[in-house]
Antibody
Framework: QVQLQESGPGLVKPSETLSLTCNVS????????WNWIRQPPGKGLEWIGY???????NYNPSLKSRVTISVDTSKNQLLLTLTSVTAADTAVYYC??????????WGPGALVTVSS | QTVVTQEPSLTVSPGGTVTLTCASS?????????PNWFQQKPGQAPRALIY???SKQSWTPARFSGSLLGGKAALTLSGVQPEDEAVYYC?????????FGGGTRLTVL
């Protein structure tokens, strides 16, 4: 059974960098797209971007200048970096696996609050 | 940027049938947008239901079905159960990226 688990600091100061890790277990890391999605409190879902195992990435145009998604295949980890954060970046951050044009498995999410 | 629009809220009676739709600001939704549907209950992560317009995940109950309807993606629930009360999100593939709709809050009453 594939399991995804997000982890990282729950609190980040404004203007600093948010870094999150998604640990993938119970399945292959290869030949999938790996996505990050976020959800501000009480609001809808926003796609952040994906990294394909083969190395290509694609980002939401509204976040592209601040986002980097990468993978560490030796550790079966998906990584998210978001720079120059503001309060608007406060959200639950999810990682999700994608195959055959469908996001099937999701992590439980990690709440990140941006506050001084 | 592309905007994906869903009904903000719908109400259905137990045992009834309801259809949720998903429209794109760029025009008619086709199979090439690979519509996905997700169910989210309070305090939980989204759960995948439908991908590529009408394909079901292995865990998706038979009462959920996906289709294209009048230029939109559609999710139909037949024989609605009380546990189907949730927010439903669609996802469309646009120009290599992905765009979520704003969600439909489904009330079973």
């Amino acid at each position: 059974q594939v399991q995804l688990q997000e982890s990282g600091p729950g609190l980040v100061k404004p203007s600093e960098t948010l870094s999150l890790t998604c640990n993938v277990s119970g399945g292959s890391f290869t030949n999938y797209y790996w996505n990050w999605i976020r959800q501000p409190p009480g609001k809808g879902l926003e796609w952040i971007g994906y990294m394909y195992y083969g190395g290509s990435a694609n980002y939401n145009p509204s976040l592209k200048s601040r986002v980097t998604i990468s993978v560490d295949t030796s550790k079966n980890q998906l990584l998210l970096t978001l720079t120059s954060v503001t309060a608007a970046d406060t959200a639950v951050y999810y990682c999700a696996r994608e195959r055959s044009a469908g996001m099937d498995y999701w992590g439980p999410g990690a709440l990140v609050t941006v506050s001084s | 940027q592309t905007v994906v629009t869903q009904e903000p809220s719908l109400t259905v009676s137990p045992g009834g049938t309801v259809t949720l739709t998903c429209a794109s600001s760029t025009g008619a939704v086709t199979s090439g947008y690979y519509p996905n549907w997700f169910q989210q209950k309070p305090g939980q992560a989204p759960r995948a239901l439908i991908y590529s317009t009408s394909s079901k995940q292995s865990w998706t109950p038979a009462r959920f079905s996906g289709s294209l309807l009048g230029g939109k993606a559609a999710l139909t629930l037949s024989g609605v159960q009380p546990e189907d009360e949730a927010v439903y999100y669609c996802l469309l593939y646009h120009g290599g990226g992905r765009v979520f709709g704003g969600g439909t809050r489904l009330t079973v009453l």
